[in-house]
């Protein structure tokens, strides 16, 4: 039964750390969420953030959680066996399409593709371009070569794959659709291409989501006023082009606009 504010509590099935910032803790039972879809985990007396769902298969949710702050750090020191409050899925994720897509992430940010792929598979031909900083930040390589038809890695200082930004890596002539998640100077770049070519793509933003049902406005964007949190995460390239705040602006636990720097 859900509590008050709508936490279930989920037990945790398995820890595994997959590079030295990132752990993947997976939860038995499924959220029941849609790629690109989140979640909030509530830690009891520390806090409550949003993280999104990196697959939902065979009764299991899995979560790549980074190491930030207080909540992220107290989820990485929990144990298997114990459990976590979650509330949600919340959000817009986005759009299953047929056809030639091509999925690029960074870091922690690949994990909605992981789902992504899970559910475009037999559906899509789907590439996937990772960019990570070095070969120990490589994550869940094998699970996306069996989830993807197609793997290209890249790390800025040449330690695996290719070498430098993946995004000095993307055919763009070969997508139908375009889908990216993670740091948000790559996802610009990815964006500002597509549109160019005339590319129907989708990005996932990431900004303080703090009550994740549109009351707060800590994830607003301007100048049109739409919340990551209910509005998104997930925008089109469209709509991506009129938010001035895209690649430059988020804001703050007080509501101040701080310059996006990666
Ligand atoms: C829709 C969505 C999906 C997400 N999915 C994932 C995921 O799958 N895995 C994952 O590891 N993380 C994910 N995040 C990011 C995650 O929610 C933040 O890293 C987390 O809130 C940090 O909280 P904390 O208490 O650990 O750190 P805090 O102590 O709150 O923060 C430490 C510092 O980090 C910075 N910071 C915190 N949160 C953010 C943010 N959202 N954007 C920019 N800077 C921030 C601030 O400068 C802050 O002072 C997601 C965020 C959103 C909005």
Known sequence: MPNWLGHRTF??????????????????????????????????????????????????????????????SAIHSMR????LWVRGPYGKGFTLRKGRVTLVGGGYGIAPLLFLADR?????????????????????????????DDVIIATD????GLKGFITEHIDYEWPQYIYTAGPEQMMVKVVREALRRGIEV??????????????????????????????GPVFDGKTLSKIHD????????DGRKIPLIH
């Open 11 to 72: 037990t945790i099935k398995e820890i595994e750390p997959l590079s030295p910032r990132v752990k993947k803790i997976v939860l038995e039972g499924e959220v029941r969420a849609e790629p690109g879809q989140y979640v909030m985990i509530w830690v009891p007396k520390v806090g409550e953030i949003p993280v999104s769902i990196a697959r939902e298969l065979n009764g299991e949710t899995w979560l790549l959680v980074a190491r930030v702050g207080r909540v992220s």
């Open 80 to 83: 298997e066996g114990d459990k």
């Open 120 to 148: 475009l598979g037999g559906l899509a031909e789907v590439r996937l371009y990772a960019g990570f900083k070095s070969k120990d930040e490589v994550l869940l390589e094998e699970i996306f070569r069996e989830a993807a």
């Open 157 to 160: 200082d040449g330690s695996y």
């Open 202 to 231: 989708e990005a996932s933003l990431e900004r303080l989501v703090r009550c994740a049902i549109g009351i707060c406005g800590s994830c607003s964007l301007d100048p049109l006023g739409l919340l990551v949190c209910r509005d």
């Open 246 to 253: 895209f690649g430059k602006y988020w804001r703050d636990f």
